[in-house]
């Protein structure tokens, strides 16, 4: 985004809670990416960029090629699990992972109905011929988006963000940057 807004930004990699906690302090400018709950707000002291997206996230169900499920049967399905932070995205009951090759093992074994998370993070899996028992559906697409800070004057932090933001993805920059179509990341395919 420096060179599409002629600008030098120091980029500092920290863990995810703390940048929250530094961007909403205003020790950080901004916090990038959130996968943005829409009608959940943003967490406490900050704000969503909503001029811009940086992608769509594809959510998939994963779950057994005998008993496969789909955004209209997952609902009532009786064990799903997501990634930490992700569990307030559903409305029905979910329980955390932190361990998402092994919640794909309970899948396979049938201790664990379904997996919903984004799709970036199984599909690489998948290429693993233990997984072929695995069926894939879209769950939901969800914006990810930037966040600044709420309580600083981040008026040229957004103008920088929409600008270079749009910029990266007119030129398709972004699309190299992640390695995927940003705005329609979602395939229908099967393991």
């Given at each position: 985004?420096?060179?599409?807004?002629?600008?030098?930004?120091?980029?500092?990699i920290?863990?995810?809670?703390?940048?929250?906690?530094?961007?909403?302090?205003?020790h950080a400018?901004?916090?990038?990416?959130?996968i943005?709950?829409e009608?959940?707000?943003?967490?406490?002291?900050?704000?969503?960029?909503?001029e811009?997206?940086?992608?769509?996230?594809?959510?998939v169900?994963?779950?057994?090629?005998?008993a496969?499920?789909d955004?209209?049967?997952?609902?009532s399905?009786?064990n799903?699990?997501?990634?930490p932070?992700?569990?307030?995205f559903f409305p029905?009951?979910?329980?955390?992972?932190h361990?998402?090759?092994?919640?794909?093992?309970?899948v396979?074994?049938?201790?664990?109905?379904?997996?919903?998370?984004?799709?970036?993070?199984v599909?690489?899996?998948?290429?693993?011929?233990?997984y072929k028992?695995?069926h894939?559906?879209?769950?939901?697409?969800?914006?990810?988006?930037?966040?600044?800070?709420i309580?600083?004057?981040?008026t040229?932090?957004r103008?920088?963000?929409?600008?270079?933001?749009?910029?990266i993805?007119?030129t398709g920059e972004?699309?190299k940057?992640?390695?995927?179509?940003?705005?329609?990341?979602?395939?229908?395919?099967?393991?």
């Amino acid at each position: 985004m420096d060179r599409a807004t002629h600008s030098s930004t120091k980029i500092l990699i920290r863990p995810f809670a703390r940048s929250l906690k530094e961007t909403a302090d205003g020790h950080a400018d901004f916090h990038i990416p959130l996968i943005q709950n829409e009608g959940t707000p943003a967490p406490e002291g900050l704000a969503y960029v909503m001029e811009v997206k940086i992608g769509i996230v594809p959510f998939v169900i994963y779950s057994r090629k005998l008993a496969p499920l789909d955004v209209k049967t997952v609902i009532s399905a009786k064990n799903v699990e997501t990634e930490p932070g992700h569990e307030s995205f559903f409305p029905f009951l979910v329980t955390a992972t932190h361990c998402v090759p092994c919640s794909l093992d309970k899948v396979l074994l049938g201790r664990t109905d379904a997996l919903i998370v984004p799709a970036t993070i199984v599909d690489p899996l998948l290429g693993n011929a233990k997984y072929k028992g695995i069926h894939r559906a879209l769950y939901k697409m969800y914006p990810a988006r930037a966040l600044v800070p709420i309580h600083a004057d981040s008026t040229a932090t957004r103008r920088y963000l929409i600008d270079g933001l749009r910029r990266i993805q007119e030129t398709g920059e972004m699309s190299k940057i992640t390695g995927h179509d940003i705005l329609n990341p979602y395939t229908d395919w099967q393991p």
